[in-house]
């Protein structure tokens, strides 16, 4: 007998036992048409084709594409342009039962062979998507879709949340999605489209659940978080994204704004390339050891982030607190094991050379929309100064970031990252430290982790995807494979008359049908 959706859902879930709501139909309700909203965001996407890298959380964030699965603000998976799903007994086939009520905002009907067309699309044009699950076949039938897996994806569900696999009208010109925007079933569609600039969206008249209140709404791209907030307080925009702590004293206390905020799963960390010369265990063990977090995020963020230690947070249930970090911040440590490792200064200019005498010069790779990565990384180059490593910083746009990651062109690189975008933490650490995942250009291989990895995609039990996640974790802690910074705090700023903005764990949903002004 098939599994039901509630129970499969129970032992998935890493925030509840419960899955609730799935499917039901709810009264449409009576909502005020008109008016105009501009939004302040941070340069995201040079593209708005959902397959390119990870572009397609702008077409999600603006309220233009939708996937078959969503998240409330719980993080709890929900029905989205699926209605239902459940899974085989033998957990390898999967069937989702369709909304039949489904326009994409040409006029064209949702059918099941499209929704086929299009997660073959996604897994076709970008590598990323056979790290969440490997298909066998896919087969549409009348208002179903059937996803056959090679082996049991305990976590398939959840993955066909991620932006990735937004539903496209394949029947469409899809030459034109990059440059004037997927034609998707969001409750709004891109009407003009300037990469770096502009993003305009006018409400989607063929949405099948409640209309959009809003005629169009304008996303301006302003990287800069103090101009940002100028911005909002001259009345440029109505809504900023990504402010941080020390903007609170602007806008506190101040009744024309409202101010949302939540502990996000968000991590900040650098990859450290093992293809360079931080193949050397011991060195990324010292400039690990080297960095301050705690003051970094308690005193330079004004305490916009808890200082980070292992992939996953604390807001999520994997076993923080008795993680071992055997790599803590240490001063005196880092410059033993360098010492004894024999990294010295042989030409007395403060900084250390290699054991075999090549000036040590890490390259830190950054990009510039984020005020905090800056932060970071400027105070990681003082506190390894200070025991004879150089940092070499390049500032650059996410989207060059983006291809000189890709390219390997890095030592350290940046990266601020969703843990759960999958619904709990394996798409996270599949997508980066599998060793045969196409996202990790750090070269970082560890056949135990690997194993884990394959194990945990067949682990349906919770308990025991939760002892296999903490596993992991320790494993590639022990490895010392990243630089763990900060765990962020997220923050929204609006004005007070904008009614219906939420802040969701798994921030995939900015612009939605309930945003008015």
Known sequence: ???????????????????????????????????????GVTSFADTLEP???????????????????????????????????????????WTFELRKDVKFSDGTPMTAEIVKESIERSFAKNERAATYFEIASIEAKDDKLLIKTTKPAANLVGSLGDPLFIIVNTKADQSKFASEG????????????????????????????????????????IDD???????????????????????????????????????SLRNTFAFMNQHGVLKDK?????????????????????????????????????????LKDENKYDKKGAIKL??????????????????????????????????????YAEAAQTSLKDIGIKVSIENVSYETILDKKEAGEYDLVIWNMLVANSGDPEGFLRENWHSKSANN???????????????????????????????????????AAAVYFGYEKTFLFHKADVKGLKLYPIDFYWLTNEVSK
């Open 1 to 39: 007998m098939k599994k039901s959706l509630v129970a499969l859902i129970a032992m998935l879930m890493i925030f509840t036992t419960v899955l609730t709501g799935c499917g039901s139909k709810e009264e449409k309700k009576e909502t005020k048409e008109g008016g105009s909203l501009k939004v």
């Open 51 to 93: 397959t390119e890298q990870y572009f397609g959380w702008v077409v999600s964030r603006y309220g233009v594409g939708e996937t078959l699965v969503k998240y409330d603000e719980k993080g709890e998976p929900k029905a989205g342009l699926a209605k239902k799903w459940e899974v085989s007994d033998d957990n390898l086939t």
């Open 182 to 221: 997927p034609i998707c079933t969001g409750p709004y569609k891109v009407s003009s489209f300037k990469a770096g600039e502009t993003c305009e969206v006018v409400r989607n008249d063929n949405y099948w659940g409640d209309k959009a209140p809003l005629d169009k709404v304008e996303f301006k791209c």
């Open 225 to 263: 978080q103090k101009t940002r907030a100028l911005a909002l307080q001259s009345g440029e925009i109505d809504v900023a994204y990504n402010l941080k702590s020390e903007n609170l004293g602007d806008f506190e206390g101040n009744d024309e704004y409202g101010i949302e905020k939540l502990d």
């Open 282 to 322: 011991v060195l990324r063990q010292a400039l690990i050891r080297g960095i301050d977090k705690k003051t970094y995020t308690e005193k330079l963020l004004n305490g916009g982030a808890t200082p980070a230690k292992a992939p996953v947070p604390p807001t999520l249930d994997y076993g923080y607190k008795q």
């Open 338 to 375: 360098l010492d004894e490792a024999g990294y010295k200064d042989v030409d007395n200019d403060g900084f250390r050379e290699t054991p075999d005498g090549k000036p040590l010069d890490i390259k830190f790779l950054i990009y510039s929309s984020r005020s905090e990565l800056k932060t």
């Open 441 to 479: 250009t750090a070269g970082y291989a560890n056949d135990k982790v690997d194993k884990l990895l394959d194990e945990l995609s067949e682990t349906f039990d919770k308990e025991k995807r939760k002892e296999i996640i903490i596993d992991i974790q320790q494993e590639i802690m022990d490895d």
